[in-house]
Structure formats: C-alpha cells, structure tokens
C-alpha cells in the first residue's frame, strides 16, 4: 500500500482513538469505578500504540507505552484513579494529538521535555510494582521474567584474570541472552589508551525460569569490586523497546563504533536537501520555505478532508448508480427511437431528473457526521477550566447523533469553544454566589443541536448569572455606541455584546467578560453562511443560540440579473422582496438611499455599483430590493430582476476558470463573494457573501 | 536452555583470558608467532593471541604502524588465535584511530568473542 495512503488511515483512525480516549478518562473520573471505561481507555491507548508502531512512530509508541503500563494497573486495580492520574492521562492525549500533528505534517515526532516529564511521572505510578518484584515471592521464584543486567567493573579488573566475558558466558548457562549491548563510552583515544585497563562495561538482557540465586550466583566472585544492577524488567520491558526504537547514532554509541561527540558533529554536518539545493545556487531560499508552506497545508487540509462513511450510506449510492445507468439507457433509446412519441421521452427524462436528485442527496448525505465528536471534545475544555477556576460544572450534550456537514463541525469548533469558555468563566458563578442565590453549587452548562426547518440549530445554555441589560447599556454609553437617551430593547442591547472592542473595557466583571472573543463568534459562524443570537435572564442564565445551513456545498439560492450578469443570493439571508415602484426610496446626505420598510428605514446597495457591472436593465426588468439580513443588520441590495430560487452547487472561486481572474484586480470585490457556480446553460454565476457585501458597505464597526 | 552465544562458542577449550577453536588450538602449538605485521599491500596482520598477557607489547606495534599508516588501513584479524575484552578494546581504539579502516576476519574465534560480547560492530 502507498505509504501515504497508510499514513493517512493512520491519522484517522489515530484522531478518532485520541477523541474517545479524552471522552472516557473525564467519564472516569466522574466515575472512577467505571469498569467499561477503563477497558476503552486502555484499549484505545494500545490500539494507538500498535498502529504507531507498525508506522515507526516511536515517540508516539514510547509515550503510549508508559502510559498503557500505568493503565493496566488501573485496570487490575491495583492503582486507583485520582485527579492526578487523569490529568496526567489527559496531558498524554495532548501530547499524543501533537505529534500526530507532526505525523501529518511530515515533521519527525520528537519527545519534548513535556513528554519526558510525563514518561517520568507515569513510571513513578509503576514504582511500586517494580520494587514489590525485587525480592521474587516465593510463588514467582520459577515463573519465566526478563531481567535487565547493568555491569561495570573496576579498571584493573583484566589484571586480576577475570574477564566480564566469563560472567556473559556463564549467564549463558542459565538464561537466554536476548541482547548484549557493550558501552565503550569511556574508551580513551588510542593514544592515551592503557590497553590492560578495563574502560568497557555492558548492559544484558536475559530471559530465565531459573531462581533468583542461580543468576546472582554468577556474579559471586565480582560482587565486591564491580558494579552489578538486576532489575527485573518483565511487566514493562522497556529496554527492548528501547532498542527497537533507537535510532542509528544512539545504536552506534551503544555498540561502541562512535562516540557521542562524532555523531552529534556528523548531524551537525548533516544537511537537508532543501540545503543542498541552496547551497548550490539551484533554488532560491524563500521558494523552499513556500514550497514547504504549501505541502504542510496541503497535508493538513488533506487529513481535515478524510471522513469515514457507513457502508449503508455506500450501498445506496451504488444502489442509485446502477439505477441511473438503466434510466440513461431509456432516455438513449427513447431519444435515438423516431418510434417513441414525445410522452414517453419525456417520462423517461423526469425518470433520469428523479434519480438524479436521489443521488445528489445521498452523496450529500455522505459527507453529513453526526456533531457528537464536536461536543465529546468540550468536555475535556469544561473539566479543565472548570478545575482552573474552582468551579463546579457539569456539561450535558443533547441531540448528538444530529448530522451536518463535516466542514461545517470542523469550523464551527472554534466558535464553540469560545462559548463555552466564556460561559464558565463568565456565566457561570463561583460555588459560593450560586449557594447564596438559592441554585446548587454546581453550574450546568448544556449543548443542544437539533434540525430544524432544513437548518441546525445549536444552543449552548448556561444556568449562570445571565446578563445585565442595564450594565450593557451604561457600558455602550460611555465607549460612545449610544447615547444616554437612546431606549434600546433587551435584544438589540445584547447585540451590542458582538460588536469588536466591545470586551476591550478595563472594568472586569459580567458584562466585560461575556464580549470577549463574541465579535470573532459571530464572523465564524457568518462564514459558514450562519447566524447567532443570545437569550438570557439576569440571575437565571444565558442561551447561545446558532443557526446554520446543513450544508455549505449546496445552497437555495435566489438567482438575480445585475447588468448583463447572474448572480446568486443564498437564500438563507433574504428577508423579503420589495419593488421601490411601491416602497419609497430616499437620498440623505451622508447616509446614502434608504428604503421606507413599514416605518423601517434601511439602507439600499446598488449591486451594479458594487460589482461595476453596466447597468443593461431593459424594459422587461423590473428592479427590486431584496432585503437581506446578515449579523443582526438589515439592508436591502437593489438587483435588476430576479430570475427565481433554485438549488446551487457552490464551487469554490479558484476552480471557476476566469472569474477568479476577473475579480482578483479589485480584492473588495472578491470579499463580497463567496464562490461560484455553474448555471443550466453553462453560464457562470457569482455567489454573494452577504457580510461581505455588509462589510464593504458599512465597514465593521458603523 | 539454548542459546545463540553457546552454540558458537567452544567454552571449554581455550587459554587464560581467551577463547580459541579446536583448529586454532593446534596451530597455536606450532609455535605461531604472536605480534603485528604490515605486508606489501599495506594490510595490517595481527597474529597470535590478542589477550591481557600480550596487549601491551601489541600497543606498542600498533602505535609504530599507526604514526606512518594511511587512514585507509586493512587490518586482518585471520590470525587471531585467542582474543579477549583487552585484546577487543585495543582493536576498537585503533579502528577509531583510523575510522576508514576495514576489518575483517576469516577465523570464528574472533567472530564468535565479538559476538558473545556484543562488539562485532568492530567489524563493520
């Protein structure tokens, strides 16, 4: 199989054990006598373990390894789970998803001092194991262990006539040498070399059945002067790992060819080939470091891009295929057959129309996943902070098996996140002020996700303070956004929570804390073609409430003519149609057209002057405004005509030949669009992005 | 219990502070010089027994070769009767003196000391 190919189911299944590792270990210290969990836990862990292995990531297997030991003792409960250990556990899962990072980047997996610090602190775990070993009950005098032999003798120990290779040789009487490994660190340079001293000294490892006393027994006559160490090594076997996972110059200086300062010169020496290439005046320096730029996005983007799909979900498409293969054969013979009448050829065409939408939406199914991974990764954030901040909370996920589209839950992470964090931080109260409102200690912060009317509707509720309209309005006053006479409703002041700089305050209390991060939310979620609002009680809590579309690869659109082009308004953010033949339009000095909606004033973009389209309207156009709404704010876009609402396959803009090309002279223009597509008669159109359009309109702030 | 290291190794036959073969053995008797030699080509023989008793006086061979010997030595090990730790740690030492040199040996009694005590790398 091409490596690659391998490196990438890798990270898949890898990214998947990690995330249900994470999720069990907050379970079990919810629970610490939950059986099944450990079981999972453990079994993701070796799982993880062996798949890195047969890659030859061997930070990632050493790591793993370590902890899996400390897991098997959990397991037989001879070591019970504590905060401590799960942190430390969960610590091990961070580090295990930076190096599958590197993994995916190409980038060598090294163990950093915060692994070796973990390596160190999960061996102290298995301390007690190894010293309960030593003294070999009586019961385990004859079982089969591997033991691990550290020898050094005394320089004269040649002169006195007792060669260390007697001592290898008669170990060889009662164990099998699994491996001999001769350190020859201390080896002087030839010249300076006492050849009748001993500067050698070795490390063994043997496996045997025979008692512990047969194997002292050979080193009776050197007890005194050399420097012997048994350790018994059969429950973590770490030194054969070791080996296995050394690499050439470590192996070099265990076997004696090198010294350690001639391997750390000869990788001083060592040079890449991006280097090389250099050196030799054959690629400028800034092209390798955008080469390399490119493949560390593509790799990422192409392990983003991988998804698992049910094998029903395969099966239709199949099923559908071999359907639309038949229909096209009756279409093809009722097309080239000057027998068949015009009724049949067309119940043949609408018979092809038919499985053509089943297959669109089965392949569109394909790529929805259930949100479950996206909340299973925030318990871990809750856990954490909540520990951070001493505060109790409990984070409950409802509605996890709703499926959306796997870009979407990749983007839509982020701004949860931020949701979360500033609903414990900020949301909720400490254990003390929820004791003395009459609420239970512990915070309760809940994620719901549900379809609703063709969207997903995503809540993230918390039953916390909930916020002050009155402190927002005070706040809005003095950074300038208001004035003291403007009577703002509860919503339209917590609209306010969105807008950039509005967190920035120095005055840290509800109020400040809840705008952080808020402005970069609601741009997030309008990317993916969504909107966000907030509900919230002062003392009884707060709701986020997200709105997306299913799917970001297929949207309703309203198709309109602006000159002589088609362009697509996704449906989602129209409001409502108005024809300025029977709605007022005005000019205000410095405020530009405004349009009377029932008492509404809204400001109109001319999309012909946006685009700086010729305006080709003729007299069959009848010019409307269609008001659209983006992020809380309403506007209406004056088009030429609209041509109807049809479904819309959205290609990106690169991939649609000379559009790109045609935009790329004015970068404005391409922020008001945010891809393309292709129409029935091959034509291209443009699909607007309508924050875009706000934002070259208005500008952030205003 | 097997073992890799025992069945290569005569344990019993062998002189004070070394292992030699039963073939060797007899040779050894036939008053087989001990000491280092260059030949024409410019390849370093040992010969004779690389122990404790003799790695002084080898040194001192070795050290007079290795001042006026190129970096890409040959050292012949074929000759090697009995070998022991010292006699490896005099061999490495000067393999690393002239890391280019190649080493190499037609006899098991080198093969099988370097493996017992896990240094056949000097033969690399």
Known sequence: MDPRVLTEIFLTESDELVSELEKSLVLLEDNPSDDEAIHRIFRSVHTLKSNAGMLGVEGLVRLAHVAENVLSKVRDHELGVDHFLITALLKSVDQFRSMLSCVAQGVPVELDASAAELIEAFTKYLEPLSTKA????????????????????????????????????????????????????????????????????????????????????????????AKITITDITRSNSRLDELASKKLGELLIDEGCVRREDVAAALGQQKRIGQVLVDCGAVAPNAIERVLAKQRAARQIRRNTSIRVDTDKLDNLVNLVGELAVSLSHVSHATRDKS???????????????????????????????????????????????????????????????????????????????????AIAHGLETPEERVRARKGDTGRIQLRAAHRQGHVVIEVSDDG????????????????????????????????????????ATEVNDISGRG???????????????HVEIDSTLGVGT??????????AIIDGMSVRVGADTMTIPLTSVVELLSPRYSKVSTFEGKGELVDVRGEFLPVIRLSEVFEVANQSTSADDPTIVIVETSGRRFGVLVDRVLGMDQTVVKPLHKTFGVARRLDHNYQILEAVSGATILGDGNVALILDVPGIERMAFGDLQ | ??????????????????????????????????????????????LGEVTIHHVAALYVQLKAIALGHSVQASLNLSAVTAIDTSGVQLLVAFKRLHPGTVVHSSTHVVRQFLELVGMTTLLL
């Open chain 1, 134 to 225: 030593k003294p070999l009950p009586a019961t385990t005098v004859n079982s089969l262990r591997i033991l691990r032999i550290d020898m050094r003798f005394p320089e004269d120990v040649l002169l006195t006539g007792q060669d260390p290779s007697f001592l290898i040789l008669d170990l060889t009487e009662v164990s099998d040498v699994l491996s001999v490994t001769a350190n020859l660190d201390d080896l002087p340079d030839f010249s300076k070399l006492n050849p009748e001293r001993c500067y050698v000294a070795w490390q063994l490892v043997i496996q045997t059945d025979r008692p512990q006393l047969e194997i002292d027994g050979v080193f009776v006559f050197v007890a005194d002067s």
């Open chain 1, 340 to 422: 068949t009448d015009l009724t049949a050829r067309l119940t043949a065409l609408e018979a092809l129309e038919q499985i053509g939408r089943e297959l669109q939406s089965q392949v569109m199914s394909v790529r929805m996943v259930p949100i479950e991974e996206t909340f299973g990764r925030f318990k871990r954030l809750a856990r954490d902070l909540a520990h951070e901040l001493g505060k109790h909370v409990v984070l409950e996920t409802f509605g996890d098996d709703t499926e959306l589209d796997k870009n979407v839950t990749e983007q839509l992470a982020d701004p949860l996140k931020h949701m979360i964090r500033n």
């Open chain 1, 465 to 504: 303070r909930g916020i002050d309209p009155e402190r927002i309005h005070r706040k809005a006053v003095r950074l300038g956004l208001i004035s003291e006479r403007d009577r703002l409703s509860d919503r339209q002041l917590t609209e306010l929570l969105f807008r950039p700089g509005f967190s920035t």
């Open chain 1, 516 to 530: 952080v991060g808020l402005d970069v939310v609601r741009k997030n979620i309008a990317d993916l073609h969504g």
């Open chain 1, 543 to 552: 709701t986020f409430r997200i709105k997306l579309p299913l799917t970001m």
């Open chain 2, 1 to 46: 219990m097997t073992n890799a290291a025992t069945d290569l190794v005569s344990p019993t036959i062998g002189i004070p502070g070394g292992i030699v073969d039963e073939q060797t053995t007899l040779t050894h008797d036939d008053e087989l010089s001990i000491g280092v030699e260059v030949d024409d080509a410019g390849e370093i023989r040992v």
